[in-house]
């Protein structure tokens, strides 16, 4: 037999679910779907291949303005890589109220093989091994810079000012694209490069002078001792070649491992190479 207490919460709990069934909900009055951006193929004939692109517009983009942007490109730019939240930093960044970032256009480069894309060939017999389609990256500069960029800046309202954000192995492409063909963009955000690629053979390479102004921040976080001796080893090589025209800035995200850093890796580089646009 119940008691006198129990009787009630049985009562208070009946009555409660009686309530919730009769409530109204509200009509809905429309619904329509949430997008942050555009997705576009091109036929690359450098790849031989068809190329899906994954573009972020500024908010204030529009076919009648004469306003023109600059540009961010995103390796790993997929929707379910790293377009999605770093256009989210962008579009944060450039909020009237923050001026972290001037107002940009995002481009995320999705991939097809990155292992091949991303990476110059390497004399190691297990990179050879562990990466059977590597080795290719000389083609995808070759796309960024002949095809990729006039395409963009064709379509789109551009400024000159060109950014590239590259993680692990696209940190890798970054710092190589850095070291060989630095006038392709002007600011260079690498987080965690995977410069143990070729036993390091990149990091005993002379980059390429170059009397543009550039900004380059390189970041990495706990990631084990090869990747964070080589990212150190990456700022020090370039701090020692530092040329009058180039801002350089490296953080260690010690809260941080290879799966999360380039969020806040990105944050922290937009601070640092746009701070000079605050008011």
Not at 35 to 45: A, F, L, M, N
Not at 102 to 129: A, C, H, M, W
Not at 169 to 185: C, M, Q, S, V, Y
Request: glycine content about 4%.
């Amino acid at each position: 037999m119940f008691n006198l207490k129990q009787v009630t919460i049985i009562l208070v709990l009946t009555l409660n679910t009686c309530v919730l069934f009769t409530q109204t909900l509200p009509l809905k009055i429309s619904e329509t779907d949430f997008t942050i951006g555009k997705s576009i193929k091109i036929k690359s004939e450098i790849l031989d291949e068809t190329r899906e692109l994954n573009i972020y517009l500024p908010l204030n983009y529009s076919d009648d303005s004469l306003k023109h942007y600059p540009v961010i490109y995103l390796l790993d730019g997929s929707k379910d890589e790293d377009f999605i939240h770093i256009s989210g930093i962008v579009q944060f960044g450039s909020f009237s109220w923050i001026q972290m970032i001037p107002e940009s256009i995002v481009v995320g480069i999705e991939n097809v093989d990155r292992k091949k894309d991303f990476t110059y060939p390497s004399q190691n017999k297990l990179d050879q091994k562990e990466f059977p389609t590597s080795g290719k990256s000389e083609n995808f500069i070759a796309f960024i810079q002949k095809e990729l960029q006039p395409f963009i800046d064709q379509t789109y309202r551009t400024a000159e000012l060109k950014t590239i954000i590259g993680q692990s192995l696209g940190g890798l492409l970054a710092t190589e694209i850095l070291f060989k063909f630095p006038n392709l963009f002007d600011n260079y955000i690498i987080v965690s490069p995977s410069l143990w690629w070729d036993d390091e053979k990149l990091l005993n390479e002379k980059p390429v002078t170059y009397n543009t102004k550039k900004s380059i921040y390189i970041a990495g976080g706990k990631e084990g001792e090869v990747m964070e001796r080589t990212t150190k080893a990456l700022h020090t090589k370039l701090k020692n070649s530092q040329q009058p025209n180039t801002s350089l800035f490296y953080s260690f995200l010690e809260d941080k491992t290879h799966g999360d850093a380039l969020h806040l890796a990105v944050y922290n580089a937009f601070e640092k190479i746009f701070k000079p646009i605050k008011k």
